[in-house]
């Protein structure tokens, strides 16, 4: 039976994580890794598919994957796991802030300097971003406008119309992390 709902809201998760993924590249960023979401997750996905299309558009190897469910401890875990396969990695593209400052912890922890040797962008521009040491360089969702479009399909639904589904986009938040 299929699951996809008749109308959804969502944030562009697959293009901003391209646009990221570009952003490191236009850097001089080569050898870039990516710690997925939980892939059984729509975004988790997204946000994999939107990194492997901008390797693939630069002619770059996209095969430095780890695999994570948006926890802090996974983030850790991922990028030791990509450090010990690819110790000449140059950057990482991170499917959540949260993962993030997991990675930028493991990083720290094997006297790596960010953005210096390795670059990092999160995903999600939670509050903790902005505290990271460095700062996350990040995916910012239109969190308020996702709740506003969601009320409008509820709405359109109680009156009996056909609500619109919508992509809403993002915008990459350039910090000290990439």
Not at 78 to 85: K, N, T, V
Not at 93 to 114: I, N, Q, Y
């Amino acid at each position: 039976m299929d699951q996809t709902p008749p109308f959804y809201v969502d944030a562009d998760n697959r293009g901003e994580a391209r646009q990221a993924v570009e952003y490191l590249i236009s850097t001089g960023r080569h050898r870039i890794a990516t710690i997925t979401g939980a892939l059984d997750m729509h975004v988790g996905v997204s946000r994999y598919l939107g990194y492997r299309e901008a390797m693939a558009l630069a002619g770059l190897a996209d095969n430095r994957v780890a695999h994570g469910d948006f926890s802090e401890a996974s983030g850790v875990s991922a990028m030791g796991s990509l450090l010990d396969s690819y110790p000449d990695l140059d950057a990482v593209f991170v499917a959540s802030d949260a993962m993030a400052a997991g990675a930028l912890t493991e990083l720290r922890s094997r006297g790596l300097a960010v953005p210096e040797d390795v670059a990092v962008v999160g995903f999600n521009d939670i509050v903790t971003a902005q505290h990271t040491q460095p700062a996350l360089t990040t995916v910012r969702q239109p969190n308020e406008a996702l709740g506003r479009e969601m009320t409008r399909m509820l709405v359109r639904l109680i009156n009996g119309d056909e609500p619109t589904s919508r992509i809403l986009p993002t915008e990459l938040i350039i910090r000290d992390s990439a």
